[in-house]
């Protein structure tokens, strides 16, 4: 129970990840990003959809970064099915690793069934997107 989250945080992160990535970054990176308030992540202008806005190319981005690690840490066979197959399972899979990352920085470890390798939460990859977060 963190005050600065969604009382659900989980359901969040799979239904709403750009501006619960953004409110988990700027709430973990008090030094680099100083006085801005995380509610502030919630008038992100764009639409998810339009590359052109800020808010689009977050989420393109996002994308890409959750893709990368998927493809980088699950079997072949797995990713295909996870990630290829049904857009609407990609989508839940690709916010479950925000989930992992965000629950576990906070003291809880969520389970998917197939089970997700260990290290995705600390994936290298991660970092790319806490630049484009940062910028």
């Known amino acids: 129970m963190e005050p600065q989250y969604p009382a659900d945080l989980f359901t969040t992160c799979l239904t709403t990840p750009i501006p619960m990535a953004l409110r988990w970054f700027v709430l973990e990176n008090r030094l680099s990003m100083g006085g801005v308030d995380p509610e502030v ?40 099915q996870l990630f290829r197959q049904d857009l609407l399972v990609a989508s839940l899979f690709r916010n479950f690793l925000l989930a992992d990352r965000v629950l576990r920085s906070l003291g809880c470890t969520p389970q998917s069934l197939p089970r997700l390798p260990p290290g995705t939460a600390q994936h290298p990859l991660w970092q790319s997107w806490d630049l484009a977060a940062e910028s």
């Not at 959809?49 to 959750?66: C, H, M, Q, S, Y």
């Open 41 to 80: 992540v919630t008038q992100m202008p764009g639409k998810l959809n339009d590359r052109k806005t800020p808010l689009g190319e977050l989420n393109w981005v996002f994308t890409a970064i959750t893709d990368s690690i998927a493809w980088n840490t699950l079997p072949r066979a797995l990713f295909q």
